[in-house]
């Protein structure tokens, strides 16, 4: 481990300044109205510029693996947290996918932000993330990211929330932190648990200590369920496409491209541990299976464009829950594709965002159709991500996403078959309802009312709209040549999957997953060549389960939700009967029996005279009858 030096030591800066300028744009009032998104878009600029700087002085390190403490946090007896940063490459691919993707949808929100009353606010709300999210991936301990795991949480609550006059937009805000806090829990927990048996919370400690299987495999378990939160996995992923609720630019951000891929962050920092719990990686698998097929079922029944994008993320990052789930050789591969996917959700966000705009907020697709000729940059920048995102060869999911499936099969016995066979038809079905979204925003007969007027968005929302599109073709390759990123994460994650025999050969399973992409593109363009502008009623139970989420819903709301509302009822009942009733019926005896006592205190001497008289004569009695008996 190298001390951090020079422009290293200056990396706290990548956090101070996004949190600085959100303190200033959040209290800095109406003054700031003119000037406020300037300052917000200017400053991921400025990170970024920083972090391609801090990248190429890490990459000359000879372990490139720099730290720095800067001041003692916690410093109390038996427990002491030092505040510092730790730039190694699984941190800083992440901070300039962050600080890169980040400046072009900060540029693309100046536009799109553009006539919003609460602009200066949004950025502010905006840079909070920011400073929020390099926390989390810069953090040198699990308690510091922590911190900045809850300020994401809060910063996307704000965001979801932003048009909180609107009772859906208010609804889903709260889902989204409600699940979060399920899983955030989890991830306590597993800090917990790291500091009662290491002492410690720091990375360097935490990761370097030597578990039993059980011990590893209880924190590997709490690890993954603050991961399903924070990322959309099953069972907490419904919040997700509710999320879409917010502003455009913060789905592209926030619910894309970075903090919902923080539960792959999380599990590929903690790989020495999951290396050690053989049966939470399985685990780690299966969810990441599940959530697969559950986003790509579920975004074959959507109208709302952006809720087909979100399913689409549900999905995709179950691949990378399968990739770095299946261990030693594969976090690489997983961590590959989470950046290859920024790049083309990305665009595929923005130009949604792009189509809203000019359909007058409208995002229902049945209501699209020929926009392809009206809005041409939109077109090819969404024709990029879709490119991506199918796998088409030399895109980027050709070569980040065929690289999963591929690791999936090579697995091997039966559980490598599964996988391997989930991942193939996740792509197939993949390509079908993109497909289906391309044809019915893009293609086709034009659908929308009168009252619209489609046009092409202004040159500050299309210019990040097609330099992220660029990247959804290209990225991919660059991500994979030559294997450099692969290696270039091998002090973090490990060492990646050197060339040998396979379940299937490469060439040959390469060349089946084109032909069940091609298929799935087929069927999308024969089946929705005509598209009608109401939904059709009828159909049949998979379309009917894909409109409904797959019940996911209803399934916690069943099994999460209503248990919840019982126990809480019966709580509260014995609190009001048992607890309360116990004190208030003592009261109630105390005070009934004091206020019928009080009545024999009369004040009357008369009374008193007369009581006493009584006394007088029971005793003469008593006494008389023992004497004659």
């Known amino acids: 481990m190298h001390t951090a030096t020079g422009i290293q030591s200056l990396a706290w800066l990548l956090i101070a300044v996004p949190a600085a300028s959100a303190l200033v744009l959040l209290t800095v009032g109406k003054r ?76 693309y929100a100046v536009g799109y932000m553009a006539h919003d009353p609460g602009r200066r606010r949004f950025f502010g709300y905006f840079n909070l993330f920011i400073a929020a999210m390099l926390l989390l991936v810069l953090s040198n301990s699990y308690l510091a990211l922590y911190v900045g795991w809850e300020g994401v949480g809060v910063a996307s609550y704000l965001l979801i929330s932003y048009y909180f006059t609107r009772n859906s937009a208010a609804t889903a805000g709260n889902k989204a932190f409600f699940a979060n806090r399920v899983g955030d829990v989890g991830l306590s927990i597993a800090i917990m648990l790291m500091f009662t048996y290491t002492g410690s919370t720091a990375f360097d400690q935490v990761l370097g200590a030597n578990y039993s299987k059980g011990a590893a495999t209880a924190i590997a378990l709490m690890l993954l369920l603050g991961a399903c939160g924070k990322s959309g996995q099953f069972p907490l992923q419904t919040w997700l496409p509710d999320a879409m609720e917010g502003p455009t630019p913060v789905s592209a951000l926030i619910h894309a491209a970075t903090m919902v891929t923080a539960g792959v962050y999380l599990i590929a920092r903690s790989a020495p541990i999951f290396n050690l719990a053989p049966a939470a990686q399985t685990v780690v698998t299966i969810l990441g299976a599940i959530t697969l097929l559950y986003g790509c079922i579920a975004g074959c029944g959507q109208d709302d464009l952006k809720k087909v994008l979100a399913n689409s993320t549900i999905s995709q990052i179950g691949y990378m829950f399968l990739a770095v789930g299946l261990g030693k050789g594969v976090y690489a591969i997983g961590i590959i594709h989470l950046v290859g996917h920024g790049f083309f959700k990305a665009a595929l966000f923005l130009s949604a965002g792009s189509v809203m705009h000019a359909m007058n907020d409208r995002i229902d697709m049945r209501r699209f159709g020929g926009l392809a000729r009206i809005m041409p940059l939109t077109f090819v920048t969404f024709l990029c991500g879709y490119l991506a995102i199918i796998g088409f060869p030399g895109a980027t999911g050709f070569w980040t996403k065929d690289k999963i499936i591929e690791a999936a099969f090579d697995k091997g016995g039966t559980s490598g078959y599964v996988l391997g066979f989930v991942a193939l038809a996740g792509a197939g079905i993949t390509a079908f309802y993109m497909t289906r979204a391309l044809v019915m925003t893009f293609f086709g007969k034009r659908r929308w009312e009168d009252d619209v007027h489609p046009h092409e968005a202004p040159t500050s929302m299309t210019a990040p709209m097609l330099v992220l599109g660029l990247l959804a073709l290209v990225g991919g390759y660059l991500l994979i040549f030559q294997g450099r990123v692969q290696h270039w994460l091998t002090p973090s994650v490990g060492e990646p999957i050197e060339a040998g025999a396979h379940t299937i050969n490469p060439t040959v399973l390469s060349i089946l997953t084109l032909v069940v992409i091609a298929l799935g593109v087929a069927g999308g363009f024969v089946a929705f060549r005509t598209v ?98």
């Open 32 to 107: 700031g109205d003119k000037w406020a998104h300037l300052l917000g878009a200017l400053v991921p600029v400025v990170a970024f510029v920083y972090s391609v700087f801090l990248f190429f002085s890490v990459k000359g390190e000879t372990n490139r693996h720099v730290e720095k403490n800067y001041f003692s946090w916690v410093p109390v007896a038996g427990f002491h947290v030092d505040f510092g940063i730790l730039a190694d490459p699984l941190a800083l691919v992440f901070v300039l996918l962050i600080t890169g993707v980040g400046s072009l949808i900060h540029i």
């Open 532 to 629: 009608p502008v109401t939904q059709p009623v009828g159909v049949s139970p998979i379309t009917t389960l894909a409109r409904r989420n797959l019940f996911a819903d209803s399934f916690n709301e069943a099994v999460l939700m209503r248990p919840g509302q019982w126990l809480t009822r019966a709580l509260v009942y014995f609190d009001n009967r048992g607890v309360d009733g116990a004190v208030t019926g003592m009261a109630a005896g105390l005070g009934g029996g004091s206020s019928r006592l009080r009545r024999v205190q009369s004040g009357f001497v008369r009374s008193y005279a007369l009581s006493m008289l009584g006394g007088t004569v029971a005793i003469v009695a008593v006494l008389l009858a023992v004497r004659f008996q």
